[in-house]
């Protein structure tokens, strides 16, 4: 009875990919995580493709914007208009700000 239980176990504890969930906040969620964990490096072509899954803007916001800080002074400008095109105006022009000073960032 053991083996079948820890079967379930391990198949409950691994993640179902974020494309199948159905849109919503938990959708959301596992793509800011799959973005934001810290054992796991994310390119700028996959951080646009993850963002640009998150509907709710706030939470791209934060998404992006927790990449921008880890990527600080290394990314190429054309990524770095790729990364800020996936937010709202404001937000965009923080984001290139912080992109193209990464001298200034604390």
Do not use: K, N
Not at 18 to 31: L, V
Not at 46 to 74: C, F, K, N
């Amino acid at each position: 009875m053991a083996v079948p239980l820890l079967s379930l176990f391990l198949f409950a504890a691994c993640d179902a990919p974020c494309e199948s969930t159905a849109p919503g906040p938990t959708r959301d969620t596992c793509f800011h995580d799959r973005v934001t964990e810290a054992d796991v490096e994310v390119s700028a072509d996959s951080l646009v493709r993850y963002a640009g899954e998150i509907a709710d803007p706030m939470m791209r916001q934060a998404t992006v914007m927790v990449w921008v800080r880890e990527h600080r002074g290394g990314v190429a400008d054309t990524d770095r208009d790729r990364v800020c095109g996936l937010l709202q105006e404001g937000q965009r022009m923080a984001c290139e700000r912080q992109l193209s000073a990464a001298h200034l960032g604390r």
